[in-house]
């Protein structure tokens, strides 16, 4: 597979400007997530059940995924500039929208909106590694961008859970936004035209979008990789933007700051795990083995996690590192991506991987609404309980095991 590189050598405003296409995908991470900080707050504005709290994270997801396919042709034929900051500020204006909105099919839009906002951002980044970097070392720039995006999305979380001890939540929240509108700013500054890929710089003329799809459909073990890669990274999801700090709290007894803090480590065990595992998968790994291995570790993590005691609640902070350092086996979907996807359609290729991983979180948290609201009220007659919310979370091992079961069948093995 060869790509055109781009010249880019090793100057501060040249590697800022890749920072600043990272530093798109933490904003995405973040927003995604925010949901879970302010749980009771939502439930309380917008006088809604945890059915509803699952709807709101999955309206995100639909936005994200409906356009991956889109953004993905974008990204194909048009420079990254002035797209990447025209996302950003829609990004940001949509999340002011959803933290001051107080009907429930307004905010259910909003989200909406910013997950179709959201959709560029690891696109962006691949794109660009993928015609920057050397093969060889894909796979380690995956796991970097990973790394970087989950830790810094899941830090500005308990920045903002400290904070809301002396602000409101939509003041904490919406401080969030304003400086996102001044990074988009600085995508418009010059220095970062240095990094544009011309529409015209691919030796191979882009195909028709439904031919692309028909070609990458057609790629043995393409689909099964996309959603290997979805159930992996499913679980982070459901704790993440919706119940980690809920089950932090209610189970084990923790702060909003403590909980949230749970899920920055759930979030250093991707950040340590992802590069670590990206750069061996390049160089050493059976990539089978790998999801094999990590799944099984994944699925015993979480159920020591939904188990434990309340009174051995320090426990709780390894726990959620471990299971984010097993998830954090997701990164290898890229190192096989890298080798099946046809380099004419690479764009294309990262959003329908991309849209494949996250659809599968579209479908699963209205679903883990229903699970934890019908628990719940089953259980304690409440619309959220400790009960109910540790018999909804039993979904997470499961997923893993099934990812377990699935890996065995890629076609790729190194």
Known sequence: MNFPRLSLQSTPLKALAIMLIMGFYCLDYFYRISTGLIVPELMTQYAVTPTGIGLFASAFYLGYVLFQIPGGYLIDRFPLQKTIAGFIVVCSVTFLGFIYSHHF??????????????ALSFIAVLHVARRTVAPRYFGLISGITIAVGTLTGSLIQVYIAHTMQYWSWQTCLALSAIVSLSIAFLFLLPFFKSINIPAN????????LLQSLI????VRGFILNAVIGGLFYLPTSILAAAWGVSLFGLSYHLSRTDSAF??????????????????????????????????????????????????????VYLLAFLLGLFSSAQVSVWNIFNKLCP?????????????????????????EGILITYYSTLKSNSDLSDAGLLQGLWIIPALFMLSALLSQALPLNK
């Open 262 to 315: 749970c899920i920055t480590l759930l979030f250093a065990g991707w950040s340590l795990g992802s590069p670590v595992i990206g750069y061996l998968n390049d160089r050493l790994f059976n990539y089978r083995l790998t999801i094999l291995i990590c799944a099984l570790a994944a699925a015993i993590a979480s159920i020591i996690l939904i188990t434990l005691p309340d009174w051995v609640n320090h426990a």
């Open 343 to 367: 380099a004419h359609i690479n764009g294309m290729g990262i959003a329908l991987t991309n849209m494949i991983i996250t659809l599968s979180a579209t479908l699963f948290h209205v679903i």
């Open 201 to 208: 710089s691919l030796k191979t003329k882009p195909l028709h």
């Open 215 to 218: 070609e990458l459909s057609k």
């Open 105 to 118: 099919y307004l905010g259910v839009m909003w989200r909406f909106l910013l997950g179709l906002a959201s």
